[in-house]
């Protein structure tokens, strides 16, 4: 693939390189929505209401920043699945545990879920500097978000 970094050029080379790195970032973020939602209703023990409340805010999080990475992808001209059977075949984030668990497991494995998440932005933010340093920008914002809400959840179990 040929480089652009123009981020004023909207040519469909630019447009095809901005989906392939953040359409699996969108796919991640959703599959976080759902599944940090799940996380949400099924914790508990004693730190319930700060956990339960901590993965609210996750959970928005993710849903705003999966919205600012596929509106990039649809202001540059090309479509976006995120279905949900296509989240589902797609994610790269580990499959969350069924049913009730204590807030330091809930915890351990959002955790898991974001840091899963992170490799596949980290991803698109390496790629997008040889394509688009806009939707690089939108990466790096989310990255720099999906950092701070693992540090946040982190700090509950971290001794």
């Given at each position: 693939m040929a480089t652009t970094k123009s981020s004023t050029?909207?040519?469909?080379?630019?447009a095809s390189g901005a989906s392939q790195f953040l359409t699996p970032v969108v796919i991640d973020l959703e599959a976080l929505v759902v599944?940090?939602?799940?996380?949400?209703?099924?914790?508990r023990g004693?730190?319930?209401i700060?956990?339960?409340?901590?993965?609210?805010?996750?959970?928005?999080?993710?849903?705003e920043y999966a919205d600012t990475a596929a509106?990039?992808?649809v202001a540059l001209g090309l479509p976006l699945d995120s279905r949900l059977q296509t989240v589902a075949e797609k994610t790269t984030l580990p499959a969350l545990s069924e049913g009730f668990q204590q807030w330091p497991d809930t915890v351990a494995e959002v955790v898991a879920q974001l840091d899963a998440a992170l490799v596949t932005v980290?991803?698109?933010i390496k790629g997008l500097d040889e394509v688009d340093l806009s939707s690089q920008d939108v990466a790096i914002?989310?990255?720099r978000g999906l950092t701070k809400d693992r540090w946040l959840l982190e700090a509950h179990i971290a001794g």
């Open positions: 050029a909207t040519t469909s080379e630019l599944n940090g939602k799940q996380a949400h209703w099924h914790t004693g730190s319930f700060g956990v339960h409340e901590l993965l609210d805010d996750v959970v928005a999080h993710a849903q509106e990039r992808v980290r991803t698109a914002e989310i990255e």
